[in-house]
Structures are given as structure tokens and as C-alpha cells.
């Protein structure tokens, strides 16, 4: 399985280099873009998914980046059959005189039935555009890269990774605190204390043992004004320690 946007910071692993040796040896690949996928609506993005046509499956959850309710995910697969003859169950009651004819999405899963996901995601594709779409995935991002600056122009925050996309991963480390559990309890007692005044709600991860400060840049309709007022508080619960 490659991941396009790990969880925990948005990695992006290589998925060219994977699809070869995949197809070398002729097992299955599977493309994990489940919260980055959205990204790709974006031709500056498409890098990302160098490399796809060796893949035989994909998925990307819209309900995560493309404003679709909770919850929708979108499956690609190279090979249909490969997903019926692991799927499908054939009891009389289920035999119909178009089978074969059409797509009996009952054989595709593990379900029977399902909600009709799909609608809910046209709404949001007619309702925004394609070109609407764009511009918010991109202003997030635009947003995220905005607050990296103004954490690497901050002497007393460090970035914990780079940022590829919408997510900033970032720890508090003021001037003269080494110890990395130290540092830990600090940032975790921010995580916190942010929290609790109800105005800004950010996790965390750990990366590489340091303990991380997650921002992640991806409501609907957030814009500069929200970014920097979270920023800016997250700077005096800091400072106030």
C-alpha cells in the first residue's frame, strides 16, 4: 500500500518507485489518498500520483477535504472482478435476470445495501464547480503556508516536518529547553490549554519521539482572519507557561 498523506503529517511516499516494484512482482497495489486525494482536483498537485496507472486500487474520502458530509468515500478499481470474486454471494434470493448485465454494487463489498453516498457528493461538485473547488483546496493551502512562515520566523517554534499540503506539524521550543520529554509535557500542556478555551481545537502526533502540534487548514469556509487569531493564541498560551 502506498500513502499519499499519511495521517500523522501528510507524507507523501513515492508511489512511482512503489507501482514498479509492485509490478515486477506482481502484487496488488493499493493508493491511499485518503485525505490528500482531494488535492488532486489541482494540476500543480499531480505529481503526487506519478506513477497510478501500475496501481489496481484507490481511494480518497471526500467527507475529509472536499466538504461532503461524513460519510463518503470514493473507490477506484482497475479490475471489477478482482472485487466480486471476493465479495460476491449468490443465494437464490439474490439471483436476478440481469445479472451480469449491470453493476450489482452488492458484490463489491461486504454490504448488501448502502446509502446512496454518491448524491450527497454531486450536490457539493454542483454546488461549488470544479473551479470553486480548486480555490478552496488551494487558498487552505495557501493558508498553511502562510502559518509556516510565521512559525519559521518565530525564534521560539520549530516546524517538525515539512509541509506538504494543508497540515502544519510544529512544537513550541523555547530558548534554552533541550530535553525532548521536557519539551514534550510543554507542548502537550498547550494542546491542551488551547483547547480548553473552546476557541481553536488542534491535535497532535508524535514524529520521531517529539511530540507535534497539528493545524490542520481544511474547513469549508476558513479564512486568514481564523488562521491568525488561532496562531496568535497558541503563541500566548505558550508564552503564559
Request: positive net charge; charged residues 20%; aromatic residues 12%.
Amino acid at each position: 500500500m502506498a500513502t499519499l498523506g499519511t495521517t500523522g503529517s501528510t507524507a507523501i511516499d513515492p508511489l512511482k518507485r512503489i507501482a514498479e516494484i509492485s509490478s515486477k512482482y506482481n502484487i496488488w497495489l493499493h493508493v491511499d489518498a485518503a485525505f490528500a486525494g482531494t488535492a488532486l482536483i489541482l494540476d500543480e498537485f499531480k505529481w503526487m500520483i506519478e506513477g497510478i496507472e501500475k496501481a489496481d486500487s484507490f481511494v480518497f474520502n471526500p467527507h475529509k477535504w472536499m466538504f461532503t458530509n461524513f460519510d463518503c468515500s470514493a473507490y477506484f478499481i482497475k479490475d471489477k472482478q478482482a472485487l466480486i470474486n471476493t465479495f460476491a454471494i449468490n443465494p437464490e434470493y439474490l439471483r436476478t435476470e440481469t445479472q451480469g448485465q449491470v453493476n450489482d454494487y452488492r458484490d463489491w463489498g461486504i454490504q448488501l445495501g448502502r446509502r446512496f453516498r454518491a448524491l450527497k457528493l454531486w450536490f457539493v461538485i454542483r454546488s461549488f464547480g470544479v473551479k470553486g473547488l480548486q480555490e478552496k483546496i488551494r487558498g487552505h493551502i495557501s493558508l498553511a503556508q502562510w502559518l509556516e512562515g510565521e512559525i519559521n520566523k518565530n525564534t521560539s517554534f520549530e516546524m517538525l516536518t515539512p509541509r506538504t499540503l494543508n497540515l502544519v506539524c510544529f512544537r513550541y521550543k523555547p530558548l534554552g529547553v533541550e530535553s525532548l520529554d521536557e519539551l514534550n509535557t510543554i507542548n502537550e500542556r498547550i494542546l491542551h490549554e488551547v483547547n480548553q478555551t473552546g476557541k481553536v481545537f488542534i491535535t497532535h502526533t508524535k514524529l520521531n519521539g517529539s511530540y507535534s502540534l497539528r493545524m490542520v487548514i481544511g474547513q469549508t469556509n476558513v479564512g486568514k482572519t481564523h488562521v491568525e487569531k488561532a496562531w496568535k493564541l497558541i503563541g500566548e498560551v505558550a508564552s503564559s507557561l
